[in-house]
């Protein structure tokens, strides 16, 4: 069980920053990976961005050359720092751990943290 909390979020204005952070009670060097979604009002959670635990990195084509993902195994913290914001990056920011499991991946997700971009 892993449990994770998001924290960071607030309101900032367009071309602003955020640097978003989300702490696991566990540690992670085992966490196969670790992700960003997001949600915003009336739409699905979507990727934002992940990162194995070999360090490989995936993000989404909205995102790419704004934002950065990492993950720090002694500190066992996920951190998304957002660059360059947009309105349309307004959504909640959720923190997604996935171990892979036989038969089925075990997913953990973190409550949310709000982010606000004002245009």
């Known amino acids: 069980q892993v449990q994770l909390v998001e924290s960071g979020g607030g309101v900032v204005q367009a071309g602003g920053s955020l640097r978003l952070s989300c702490a696991a009670s566990a540690s992670i060097a085992s966490i196969n990976v670790m992700g960003w979604y997001r949600q915003a009002p009336g739409k699905q959670r979507d990727l934002v961005a992940d990162?194995?635990?070999?360090?490989?990195?995936n993000y989404a084509d909205s995102v790419k050359g704004r934002f950065t993902i990492s993950r720090d195994s002694a500190k066992n913290t996920l951190t998304l720092q957002m660059n360059s914001l947009k309105p349309e990056d307004t959504a909640v920011y959720y923190c997604?751990?996935?171990?892979?499991?036989?038969?089925?991946?075990?997913?953990?997700w973190g409550k949310g943290t709000l982010v606000t971009v004002s245009s």
């Open positions: 997604n751990a996935r171990i892979y499991e036989y038969p089925t991946p075990l997913d953990y």
């Open positions: 990162i194995t635990n070999s360090g490989r990195t």
